[in-house]
């Protein structure tokens, strides 16, 4: 009876903290983000495991080789803890089977805690990083890839600047001009994309500044939502455009280029 009180105690508190949690993600600042972070880390290993279930049902063949196996391991320390207690205490004295089903569960539950404890630590841990922090509410990634094509448009602004309007050849001599140094250079030569890859930025090449401005500079090369692209143009403005208008804006560059339409307008930086 006290066991099953303290049940409906855990249960009834443990439902009380996730509505409050439920309430501050709507009304607090950050709290979405709050909540995301406890909700992945309580219920995440639970949502893989869903998920993995499909993947990792044994055949039939291997459930009874697993059941025979844990019974005749149960079997084997009976026998070894009877023969021990029946050494150490008087010759009536018999150890009982339930006493080591009690202990194979003590172990089991002792491995699932250890297991879980690792788990949780280990989750919290993951997304305790930045990227992954970004990732729980799906915007983290978008602002980031923006601010990262935004500067290095700045940076090929500079460098058209000492270059008689003209912007690199490659990405790379961004670097060979001291303009950015290498660590910062492949940092944000990186976008995110839609499934958590880091992927090279696609340089568009033949611009100079003085280039209408309205024309693509930098572009993502994979989405980073649904149908979504990034496009950074040459007035150095950066956005999130849907793929109509990325094919809009695509096709305005292969005019003023005078590409055909199957030709290779980019080039990615290598």
Known sequence: MMESTCLTKICKWGAIFLVVLFLLSLFVPFGELVFGFIWHLLAGGFMHLWASVPYMVPSLSTLVGFAVLIILSVCALQILLAKFAKSKRESGFRWKPKWTLSLVGLLLAAFGTACTTIGLAHHATWLAREDAVGLLDGRGPIHRNI??????????????????GNYPKHLEDLVKEDILDQESFSKINRMIGRDGLHVPWVFLPGLTDASPGDLPLIIGSCPVGNDLYIVGKNDSSVGVV?????EEIMTRYREFMGIERDGKAASASQ
């Open 147 to 164: 601010s990262n094509c935004r500067r290095l448009i700045t940076a090929m602004r500079i460098f058209s600047s000492d270059h008689g």
């Open 242 to 246: 849907k793929r109509e208008n990325f």
